[in-house]
């Protein structure tokens, strides 16, 4: 994550097209002043469409046919947002996605690719590449004997995915090509169409030429000439229509629903848009070549806008290159009437791919600049129309009473506390280490939380700390709603209610809650109270201070990321009521000092010690990978203090890492432990039995392997 001082220009890049990525590329290498990237797109990783029948045929695996995103946006400086966008608006400047704030933006640029033009539940459409490969691997398990799968379109496209599919299914099903003109690639050179044609014919691929395809119904393909075929499956690789979040939005579109720009790749509509690859228009034939290409000056144009310059016409080549895979180590390539195939072909085009996927596959996050700094004196405090804006666009959820405070605030909130029960209180804060700000506010109040369920309190009510970085009022604002709307949707499932806060101008993004929670007495967990022979249960899996670190490092993979983010969102309420309910002896949860850091506080009060079975301990994807290469985080160095040494590198590291919004380590007696494990586990919770405790010895943890 890179700062990049005062934010002046907010670039959204709606979709992780390829040439979104080479902007990311173009920026990674030289930042853009006052500039900051978010890039929203639906999947972790991007797939490269010239590897996809590479990847069908089994020439490729899955990581090396795609890019993973968060390395990419990490080296651009970018904010990466896992999410599908459901709307654009152009008068509010505003991308509206599912179940979360809507992102503003200064600039728009989109490269959401397109959708195969197809009767409405026709079949399977090969874009976008992510959903079809689901649906193909789905489709592949579940197809009879002898079946037929059908793939509609005799473009380049619909071709090599034909062959591909013959490869891989070798007869099992059968394949057969529908193409609308009297034969496949019927704009490619007389030679380039014999080749294909007879690859087709060895690869056993049928042909239906010069019809159309309708809607795939119970088996059956109806065909234009009044014929029809029997298919299991029919795969559309016909030319793409625009997604209608485009045509909704007020963009003027083409007759396929695709943004008409002009030759800067700039909205004829509006300025303030920008478009690329298959989802824009501009008045020629769509090309993989050309969506790969248009990444240049997209970047250039872009930076042009912010400084308000002119912007560049791009004049893309007449004829592009097209380059297909045959099959069996062969390729097929022509340009200008130019035609070549065979395996030297397939070596031409696997460098080209090879060489593409490098450029983003490598890249790493430079060393951050230095911040500027900004006055306090003032008490850093936001402004009121910030500070009102985003409190409005918070869900209303609690007692009147309470939302009293926040509506008609005092210089305090003022509230009764129950009769008979008991107020257990905790403060957590911590600076931004997700460029997400409504995830980050998700994880914040998780973590805050935390300390609340490990003392099997309910939580009450919240008072927030919120630091934002200056910038615009429209920016702050935007800002510090969705780190707000984040919290409260995690405070709100758990029963607590946000009554105030104080709001503060930082260097960075930072957030923390002070939380009220209620408990009966009697009934509080605490640290104390471990017994000889109680099996100690961990609810989360272990990593998240390792992939966090990594993800700062550029080196962590956008899925190890998701699962972190998953796991750390993930509130521990359910969990405490586990442990309440089986009489668990004694409960803490597990962050910053890392699980052996707070067993070793959960044992010294106890007046016990505990063996630790690392090989029983969940983990994080990615965690022991990045151990593994020396990945750690600041507090680990302090927290190795207190583990003996392991032969397992990795493993000792991730038993120290530090958590953020880590699980929750109880004792359980034997009689109910078991119980107690089930029940954890039937709720969805990773959980595990981690070691168990023995009477004060000379080490307070030994670890024992196998």
């Known amino acids: 994550?890179?700062?990049?001082?005062?934010?002046?220009?907010?670039?959204?890049?709606?979709?992780?097209?390829?040439?979104?990525?080479?902007?990311?590329?173009?920026?990674?290498?030289?930042?853009?002043?006052?500039?900051?990237?978010?890039?929203?797109?639906?999947?972790?990783?991007?797939?490269?469409?010239?590897?996809?029948?590479?990847?069908?045929?089994?020439?490729?695996?899955?990581?090396?046919?795609?890019?993973?995103?968060?390395?990419?946006?990490?080296?651009?400086?970018?904010?990466?947002?896992?999410?599908?966008?459901?709307?654009?608006?152009?008068?509010?400047?505003?991308?509206?996605?599912?179940?979360?704030?809507?992102?503003?933006?200064?600039?728009?640029?989109?490269?959401?690719?397109?959708?195969?033009?197809?009767?409405?539940?026709?079949?399977?459409?090969?874009?976008?590449?992510?959903?079809?490969?689901?649906?193909?691997?789905?489709?592949?398990?579940?197809?009879?004997?002898?079946?037929?799968?059908?793939?509609?379109?005799?473009?380049?496209?619909?071709?090599?995915?034909?062959?591909?599919?013959?490869?891989?299914?070798?007869?099992?099903?059968?394949?057969?090509?529908?193409?609308?003109?009297?034969?496949?690639?019927?704009?490619?050179?007389?030679?380039?169409?014999?080749?294909?044609?007879?690859?087709?014919?060895?690869?056993?691929?049928?042909?239906?030429?010069?019809?159309?395809?309708?809607?795939?119904?119970?088996?059956?393909?109806?065909?234009?000439?009044?014929?029809?075929?029997?298919?299991?499956?029919a795969l559309w690789a016909t030319g793409v229509v625009g997604p209608g979040l485009l045509l909704e939005s007020g963009l003027v579109c083409d007759p396929t629903g695709c943004v008409v720009v002009d030759d800067t790749l700039r909205s004829v509509s509006h300025d303030f848009v920008f478009a690329a690859g298959d989802c824009a228009a501009m008045g020629r034939a769509k090309s993989g070549v050309w969506a790969v290409r248009a990444g240049v000056p997209l970047a250039e144009n872009l930076r042009l806008a912010v400084r308000r310059k002119r912007l560049k016409p791009w004049k893309p080549q007449k004829d592009a290159l097209v380059i297909m895979g045959l099959g069996g180590r062969k390729a097929l390539a022509w340009r200008n009437g130019i035609t070549v195939a065979g395996r030297w072909a397939w070596r031409w085009k696997d460098w080209i791919d090879r060489r593409w996927m490098r450029m983003y596959k490598e890249m790493r996050m430079p060393a951050d600049p230095t911040d500027p700094m900004r006055c306090g004196g003032c008490g850093a405090k936001v402004g009121a129309e910030v500070l009102a804006g985003a409190l409005a666009s918070l869900p209303r959820s609690g007692s009147g009473e309470l939302f009293d405070a926040l509506?008609?605030?005092?210089?305090?909130?003022?509230?009764?506390?129950?009769?008979?029960?008991?107020?257990?209180?905790?403060?957590?804060?911590?600076?931004?280490?997700?460029?997400?700000?409504?995830?980050?506010?998700?994880?914040?109040?998780?973590?805050?939380?935390?300390?609340?369920?490990?003392?099997?309190?309910?939580?009450?009510?919240?008072?927030?700390?919120a630091s934002v970085p200056y910038a615009s009022g429209a920016k702050m604002r935007a800002e510090l709603s969705a780190m707000l709307q984040g919290a409260t949707q995690i405070l709100n499932a758990d029963g607590c209610t946000l009554v105030g806060g104080h709001s503060a101008e930082a260097a960075e993004s930072a957030l923390g809650f002070a939380v009220t929670g209620l408990a009966e007495p009697g009934k509080v967990l605490r640290k104390s109270g471990l017994h000889v022979g109680d099996y100690l249960i961990l609810t989360k899996p272990l990593g998240t201070g390792v992939v966090l670190a990594g993800h700062m490092r550029g080196l962590a993979r956008a899925a190890w990321l998701q699962a972190v983010i998953a796991s750390m969102r993930y509130s521990n309420a359910g969990a405490a009521r586990i442990f309440v309910a089986h009489r668990a002896t004694a409960c803490t949860d597990v962050t910053g000092f890392g699980l052996a850091g707070h067993l070793t506080e959960m044992l010294t009060a106890s007046g016990m010690s505990a063996v630790l079975w690392p090989d029983a301990i969940p983990v994080l994807p990615g965690a022991l990978e990045l151990a593994g290469q020396g990945i750690e985080s600041t507090l680990a160095a302090d927290n190795r203090r207190v583990l003996p040494s392991m032969d397992d590198e990795a493993l000792t590291a991730l038993l120290i890492d530090p958590q953020t919004s880590g699980g929750l380590l109880a004792g359980v007696s034997p009689p109910r432990a078991e119980a107690c494990l089930a029940a954890l586990q039937a709720a969805g919770m990773p959980a595990a039995v981690v070691g168990v405790v023995e009477a004060a010895g000379e080490r307070l943890i030994r670890l024992e392997r196998g």
């Open 407 to 465: 509506e008609h605030p005092d210089d305090a909130a003022v509230m009764r506390p129950p009769a008979g029960l008991l107020l257990v209180q905790s403060v957590d804060h911590f600076r931004a280490f997700l460029d997400d700000p409504f995830v980050f506010g998700q994880v914040a109040a998780a973590h805050a939380l935390s300390d609340i369920h490990a003392m099997g309190a309910r939580p009450w009510t919240a008072l927030a700390i």
């Open 1 to 233: 994550m890179r700062s990049s001082g005062l934010v002046e220009t907010d670039i959204l890049l709606l979709g992780a097209g390829h040439a979104h990525l080479e902007v990311l590329r173009r920026f990674a290498m030289k930042p853009e002043p006052g500039v900051r990237l978010t890039l929203v797109g639906r999947e972790p990783e991007t797939p490269y469409s010239g590897m996809l029948p590479g990847l069908i045929r089994g020439d490729y695996t899955i990581d090396q046919a795609h890019i993973d995103l968060a390395p990419l946006a990490a080296a651009a400086g970018a904010r990466l947002i896992l999410a599908e966008a459901v709307s654009i608006d152009l008068s509010t400047r505003s991308i509206g996605l599912i179940g979360r704030p809507d992102i503003p933006f200064d600039l728009l640029s989109i490269d959401v690719g397109g959708i195969p033009s197809m009767p409405d539940r026709g079949g399977i459409p090969v874009k976008p590449i992510g959903r079809f490969l689901e649906q193909l691997q789905t489709l592949e398990n579940s197809l009879p004997p002898d079946s037929r799968i059908a793939v509609v379109g005799g473009g380049p496209g619909g071709v090599e995915l034909a062959l591909a599919l013959a490869h891989r299914f070798r007869g099992q099903p059968r394949v057969t090509l529908v193409s609308a003109t009297p034969e496949p690639l019927t704009f490619a050179p007389p030679r380039a169409r014999r080749v294909a044609r007879a690859a087709l014919v060895n690869a056993g691929v049928e042909l239906a030429s010069g019809v159309t395809a309708g809607a795939l119904s119970n088996g059956v393909l109806p065909l234009s000439d009044g014929t029809s075929l029997e298919a299991a499956a």
